[in-house]
């Protein structure tokens, strides 16, 4: 009797209840376990098939993924993991056939692109060495006046 009572009364009440209240997420993620650990998850149909138009040979394109290193981590990637994996995908020669892979257009497009993008860091570079230099010899005029004065 006691407070001990009450506990033994409340637990079972309260673990049937939350039994209940996670029993459907329980077995949802189950599922979905069992679905992305068997021959499923390697069939048409994900969303990086679908956005390159089907057609893809998933145990190549596992391959290149892992030759670039790209996982689970590459969801802080720019555009989310989707972007990462759609665009290693899009720039493996090995991987795309047909009309899957991007027109040489596309391609000089991006490698337009990411040319400047270099150009623009190799600038901010320059000009932050600039800048620091710059601000060095401010303080070494401003120490210089404060001497003199």
Do not use: C, T
């Amino acid at each position: 009797h006691g407070p001990s009572k009450g506990i033994d009364v409340a637990l079972p009440l309260f673990e049937q209840k939350m039994l209940s209240r996670s029993a459907r997420m329980v077995v949802g993620s189950r599922e979905k376990a069992k679905e992305m650990h068997s021959a499923l998850a390697l069939q048409p149909a994900r969303k990086v098939q679908r956005e390159s138009g089907g057609g893809v040979d998933m145990h190549k394109a596992i391959g290149v993924l892992q030759s670039k290193r790209i996982g689970a981590h590459s969801v802080w990637g720019e555009g989310g993991l989707d972007a990462v994996v759609a665009s290693a995908l899009r720039s493996d020669d090995d991987f795309f056939v047909g009309d899957l892979k991007p027109s040489p257009k596309k391609r000089k497009n991006a490698a337009e692109k990411k040319d400047q993008e270099e150009e623009d860091r190799r600038k901010a570079k320059k000009h932050k060495k600039m800048k620091r230099k710059e601000d060095k010899r401010l303080r070494g005029e401003q120490k210089r006046d404060a001497l003199l004065l």
